[in-house]
T-cell receptor
């Protein structure tokens, strides 16, 4: 089946640092979505990407839809404590269903 | 809009008991999804409905699991009988096409 490889699995960072994570697939997708899950809550949509090469920002978050349509990247600039959580990449398949990455857990060092 | 509403938030039950999880999707969203999340397996799609009709239930683990959507504003996920390995967080999500909105989940503990 279709799979997304999301890296890294977890990140320990200092407050103020920039964060990068990525998602790759052997399959081509036409839509990529990035979600964040806070502890005890459901995932929340952060950014949606609809066009290869597209770069979209949402505040300190920037996501890119890879030109090959097989990957996507998420960057967080100047991290703050409320950025902790699990970030999921997802891709929309031909049946409009979401294929999920395993998630990147972001932990900020005290 | 109140978002996707799930109840209860927490459920603790004894093995063998019937458990019913409830979901109210966002009005106007024609797709509804039930997911299960565990540390070991991450997010797993159990079943999804489109316009109240079950489209794909291949993710439902066993016959002990069943889901219904009697109308556009309500869905249930039932486990009968429940087992300790069913312990997980169960999420409901609704979507107009994609870009799901998730509920806050039901944390189920079967002892």
């Amino acid at each position: 089946g279709q799979q997304l490889n999301q890296n890294p699995q977890s990140m320990f960072i200092q407050e103020g640092e920039d964060v990068s994570m990525n998602c790759t697939s052997s399959s081509i997708f036409n839509t990529w979505l990035w979600y964040k899950q806070d502890p005890g809550e459901g995932p929340v949509l952060l950014i949606a990407l609809y066009k290869a090469g597209e770069l979209t920002s949402n505040g300190r978050l920037t996501a890119q839809f890879g030109i090959t349509r097989k990957d996507s990247f998420l960057n967080i600039s100047a991290s703050i404590p409320s950025d902790v959580g699990i970030y999921f990449c997802t891709a929309v398949d031909s049946n409009y269903q979401l294929i999920w990455g395993a998630g990147t857990k972001l932990i900020i060092k005290p | 809009d109140a978002g996707v509403i799930q109840s209860p938030r927490h459920e603790v039950t004894e093995m063998g008991q019937e458990v019913t999880l409830r979901c109210k999707p966002i009005s106007g969203h024609n797709s509804l999804f039930w997911y299960r999340q565990t540390m070991m397996r991450g997010l797993e799609l159990l079943i999804y409905f489109n316009n109240n009709v079950p489209i794909d239930d291949s993710g439902m683990p066993e016959d002990r699991f069943s889901a219904k959507m009697p109308n556009a504003s309500f869905s249930t996920l039932k486990i009968q009988p429940s087992e300790p390995r069913d312990s997980a967080v169960y999420f409901c999500a609704s979507s107009p096409l994609y870009g799901y909105t998730f509920g806050s989940g039901t944390r189920l503990t079967v002892v």
